[in-house]
């Protein structure tokens, strides 16, 4: 594939684990970026033939810089992500509890996300509600015992009822695509936990960079 600036080349979200090599047979600066991830972004310079290239050890004091900018924003995604935790006790006694699904901070360098849920356990009382809200690609998937991951962009969401039972599966789909599919896209999934027990649940998108979650539910 060559890329001169006058195409487009698009990798799609499906063809996972892929590879892309390009071309680039004009000198300039030729931007790109991740449809799905706001912010993240990067930049290609053809530089003419005789001009020197960015050498590793320029681009790894670059990334030093960058590192220490965005590490930086760490503890205000915390705290942001941590802001959105919320109890609000229902006409019934039960309680509704939000949960944000990921904290975005923008940054002068790109952006910081942490995949996390906040807080990644939550302690909650038969017959309580926790409603989980993503405003960047993230799902909320209780896998039934014996079922396996799967690809979240291929399976729909799953909610067989407001009841969560630990025998089914219950998946919110990708939320928070907004950058992708616009602002109707879905953002919340909220599941009631009417019997006592721990229940495990992942982000199909990131699990294995850590991103699970736990709900304890206590007898009322
Ligand atoms: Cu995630």
Redesign the pocket.
């Known amino acids: 594939m060559t890329y001169d600036g006058t195409q487009l080349i698009h990798t799609g979200v499906e063809e996972r684990d892929n590879r892309l090599t390009v071309t680039f047979p004009a000198t300039g600066r030729f931007a790109y970026f991740c449809a799905i991830h706001p912010g993240m972004a990067g930049l290609v310079n053809v530089v003419p033939a005789g001009q020197p290239y960015t050498t590793r050890s320029e681009a790894w004091v670059q990334a030093e810089a960058e590192n220490r900018a965005v590490l930086g924003l760490v503890p205000v995604a915390r705290q942001q992500g941590l802001a959105g935790y919320r109890q609000t006790t229902r006409p019934d006694g039960t309680s509704l509890w939000e949960v944000q699904v990921?904290s975005v901070v923008r940054g002068p360098t790109g952006y910081l996300e942490l995949?996390e849920y906040f807080p990644p356990t939550v302690r909650i009382r038969a017959g309580d509600t926790i409603r989980w809200k993503a405003s960047s690609p993230?799902t909320v998937t209780f896998l039934p015992a014996g079922q396996p991951p799967f690809d979240p962009f291929e399976m729909p969401p799953a909610k067989p009822s407001q009841n969560y039972d630990p025998t089914r599966l219950y998946h919110s789909g990708v939320l928070g695509l907004t950058e992708f599919i616009g602002p109707d896209a879905p953002r919340e999934f909220d599941l009631t936990f009417p019997n006592p027990g721990t229940f495990p649940y992942v982000?199909l998108?990131?699990a294995p960079l850590g991103?699970v979650g736990t709900v304890v539910v206590e007898s009322r």
Do not use: E
Request: glycine share 14%; charged share 0%.
């Open positions: 990921g995949l993230h982000c998108l990131h991103h």
